[in-house]
């Protein structure tokens, strides 16, 4: 679902009132909310209201869901490097994914 084209999310645009596809929901989700698109049916400028989640947290969450694997993985259950990153990897994608899932379920845009 997260790479997939022409799939429409939940999300209306402000003017036509159609759903937004996945796609330009990912490029806030990379970008931030400073950024305008056109809606790919009506051709108006859209952006967010604002930050769903604003970078220094959501940069929080992903640096320490992926320190604190990987220490706790070290100190309580095995010392191996190797097995602590992928177990870290694999946090910090779970994080991600999540929080994509957050800003899918919360995003709002508005007309420019």
Not at 27 to 42: K, L, M, T
Not at 49 to 75: N, Q
């Amino acid at each position: 679902m997260l790479f997939c084209r022409n799939k429409v999310s939940k999300t209306p645009c402000p003017h036509c009132h159609k759903n937004l596809p996945y796609e330009s929901i990912m490029y806030y989700f990379w970008n931030g909310a400073v950024n305008e698109i056109n809606c790919p049916h009506c051709d108006s400028r859209i952006k967010p209201e604002k930050d769903v989640v604003p970078f220094w947290p959501a940069f929080g969450i992903g640096f320490f869901s992926v320190v604190l694997t990987g220490k706790l993985y070290i100190r309580f259950i095995d010392d191996n490097y190797v097995m602590s990153l992928i177990a870290s990897a694999f946090i910090g994608i779970l994080a991600m994914i999540i929080e994509f899932f957050y800003v899918i379920k919360k995003i709002k845009f508005i007309e420019v």
